[in-house]
Structure formats: structure tokens, C-alpha cells
């Protein structure tokens, strides 16, 4: 969020085309369209665990598993979990940004988050594939 | 500029800064803001039970044993209420998304509709974890 307003700052006509100065960088619009399209994948991939798990009847460990045994399914799964690790650094980002203003606290908030984040991603792979 | 602007008595303006933690009791907060600020809040409490979430779901997925045993903690109250608060996050998150999406394709930005969709988030995210909450806990 606000990363948008330093990229809005740019747009003076001197700073356009070819002679754009280069400063900053478009991660702002790059995280911001990433927020979005992670969050896509997160709905398709909420709406089908939520319909398989509210329409099944009988909640076994044979089903539950099965389903995580598939390989579609491992994947998908792989795919928005790795989309919601990147949604969360957005998010969290964010807030330390918002928030927390002495720049070296700010900056180990951030690694910590960032260390936090590659863990669970490891975590995760180990999960998916040990059904 | 002319005699009578320059002459007029200068009114004490009113100055809207950023909200000091402090502050936050004497704001207004309009739906949009409380599910706003929400939306943030449930993404930090995920964000932090990270580790919880994926040990459930290790847990569920290991084994058969596991699974059991994972079904025996499930069955202790503060265990649901953790689950619920987690639900609750997920789906509060996921609504007050969608809402986001929507607006970002310039879809229900007027005051009134913003208002109601604001309304709709709080109110179809209960409704969420309840009917989740209903079936994890074996009612259907």
C-alpha cells in the first residue's frame, strides 16, 4: 500500500518514455499486482478444499490423505501455498512499513519475516510430500 | 488579493494526522474501516500461527495414528476455539479480499455499496465459520 504513493510520485511529465530517471524501482506495482494475483489462486484453491470438505460425507483419514495423495493436488497445493508466502511478505512488509520507523528494527522485523516465511515454505514441501 | 481576504481572522483549521495508537478511541471507524483494520489483524494472527497451521496439517496428513490423535486435541474446547479464531481469520481475510478485487476492477466504490459490502464481508465471514465450524465438529 504504500509503495503505491512513491510510485505515483514519478509521473511528472519530465520523468516519462525514454528519458525516465531510474530511480526506485516498480516493486511497488510489481508487489501490489502480486498481492492480487496470489490471492486469486488462494480463492480457486479455498473454494475447492472448502466444497470437497463441506459435500464429503463420513471425514476419514482415507479420504482426507487421498485427496493429498493425488498429484494435481499436491501441486495445487504447492502452488498457493508458495503464492500465500509471497502474499504474506506483502502483507507484513506492509506493516512493519506502516508501523515501525526506526530503520534497523524495521529491517530485522523484515529479515526475520523473510527467515520465517522460507521455513514454513520448506516446512510445507515436506508436508505436501510425505502423503 | 483585496483588503477583506487579507483582514479576514484566521479560523483555527482542524489538522488530520496520521492516527496515534492513542487516538484511536476518539475516531469514528466507518465499516469499510473496521473491516479495514480487521482485514489486517486477521492477516498478522496467521501470518504468526503459521507454524500451528502446517503442524495441523502434518499432523492430519502423516498417518493414520496422527490423524487420531490430531482428532483427540480437536475435541478439547480451547482447541476449537483456537480453530474458530483461525476460521474466523481465514474467512474474514478471504471475504474482505474478494471485496478488495472487486473494487480494484472499479466495482462498488460508491459510498452506499462500499458501506454494504462492508456489511456483507463481516456478516457472509461469520456465516463462513460457522458452517465450516458445524462440520469440523461433526453437527453434519
Known sequence: MADLNVANNHNDDSNIGRKRLVVGAHYGLKDWMAQRITAVIMVLYTATLLISFLTGHNFTYEGWAGLYATQWFKLFSLVTLAGLFYHAWVGMRDIWMDYVKPVGIRLTLQIITIVWLVVCAAWAVQILWSV | ?140
Not at chain 2, 487579507?6 to 469514528?28: C, M, S, W
Not at chain 2, 494472527?45 to 497451521?53: C, H, S
Request: include cysteine.
Open chain 2, 1 to 140: 488579493m483585496s483588503e477583506a481576504v487579507r483582514e479576514a481572522p484566521k479560523k483555527q483549521r482542524p489538522q488530520f494526522r496520521n492516527i496515534h495508537v492513542t487516538d484511536l478511541g476518539n475516531y469514528r471507524m466507518p465499516l469499510a474501516s473496521i473491516v479495514s483494520i480487521l482485514h489486517r489483524i486477521s492477516g498478522f494472527i496467521m501470518f504468526a500461527a503459521l507454524p500451528l497451521i502446517l503442524y495441523m496439517l502434518q499432523q492430519s496428513l502423516l498417518s493414520e495414528d496422527t490423524f487420531k490423535y490430531f482428532a483427540g486435541i480437536m475435541s478439547k474446547p480451547l482447541a476449537k476455539l483456537v480453530t474458530l479464531v483461525l476460521l474466523w481469520g481465514y474467512f474474514h481475510h478471504f471475504c474482505a479480499g474478494v471485496r478488495h478485487l472487486f473494487m480494484d476492477m472499479h466495482m462498488g466504490i460508491e459510498k452506499v455499496s462500499a458501506r454494504q459490502s462492508a456489511a456483507s464481508v463481516l456478516v457472509v465471514s461469520l456465516l463462513l465459520t460457522f458452517i465450516t465450524a458445524l462440520k469440523l465438529f461433526g453437527v453434519f
